[in-house]
């Protein structure tokens, strides 16, 4: 019995030995060592994915800064080419019935088609005149490409214009542009009717020779590009249009 009680007593100082050792050193033991610490391998792993949402996140956040430019950059073109159809209708409501001199010795009030106009306005859009009446030419042209379009203005003080000679021919320097970059710029004219009984009606060009006086109201049509609705601009013009 004495040596039963001796080898028990044995076996639990061994055990408690070993328990000593064990928690001295927790490499010996898995669940101590998983306890205290990581490997080496799943601290790269983690770093590995916090680096990976890190340029997930930045990423993100590049898109939505050059997103939030694209966004600003177009509502300043929206506010420009607004303001400057806002002043085309004040420049060509503000047309009046004096005779201008073109380049084929023709004196006229009025000539345009789809694609230009010109006319004498009380309104200057180039605040540089002296007697507050300019000769108006609006001409839409391609660009380089061919596939936009450009608007480009033309005014000149009536003090400056020669009456013998008339308006003389204009060179590219001489215009300043509006609206680069257009999917479509076009103009057409109201013309009243002959019969009154009949209503008035939109025309592609305004002929001198054809067409008396000017017309009753300008249309500007107007489209940004290919996905864009078309901005109609109506300009109703104050003079009297069947003076001749």
Not at 31 to 60: C, H, K, M, P, W
Not at 105 to 126: H, I, T, Y
Not at 149 to 171: A, H, S
Request: charged share 35%; glycine share 6%; with cysteine.
């Amino acid at each position: 019995m004495n040596r039963g009680i001796d080898e028990l007593s044995n076996h639990e100082s061994k055990h408690a030995f070993f328990c000593h050792l064990a928690i001295r050193n927790p490499q010996s033991n898995p669940a101590l060592r998983d306890q205290n610490g990581f490997t080496l391998l799943e601290l790269l792993i983690s770093l590995t994915i916090i680096g990976l949402i890190l340029v997930i996140v930045f990423g993100a956040l590049r898109i939505g800064a050059r997103a939030w430019e694209k966004g600003e950059k177009d509502v300043e073109i929206h506010q420009i080419q607004r303001i400057v159809l806002e002043n085309m209708k004040r420049q060509i409501a503000s047309t009046c019935l004096r005779k201008i001199m073109i380049e084929d010795q023709k004196e006229v009030f009025f000539r345009g088609d789809r694609a230009s106009m010109e006319f004498m306005s009380r309104l200057p859009m180039v605040p540089t005149t002296r007697s507050g009446m300019v000769y108006v030419k609006y001409v839409v042209r391609e660009e380089d490409e061919g596939e936009k379009k450009r608007l480009m203005l033309y005014e000149k003080d009536i003090v400056f214009i020669d009456k013998e000679k008339g308006v003389e021919d204009q060179e590219e320097a001489d215009f300043f542009e509006l609206i680069p970059g257009a999917e479509d710029i076009e103009f057409e004219y109201l013309k009243g009717p002959e019969d009154e009984d009949r209503d008035p009606e939109w025309q592609e060009a305004w002929d001198p020779d054809k067409d008396t006086g000017i017309p009753l109201a300008i249309k500007i049509i107007f489209k940004e590009n290919a996905d864009a609705a078309p901005i109609y601009v109506i300009a109703r013009l104050q003079a009297e249009a069947k003076k001749k």
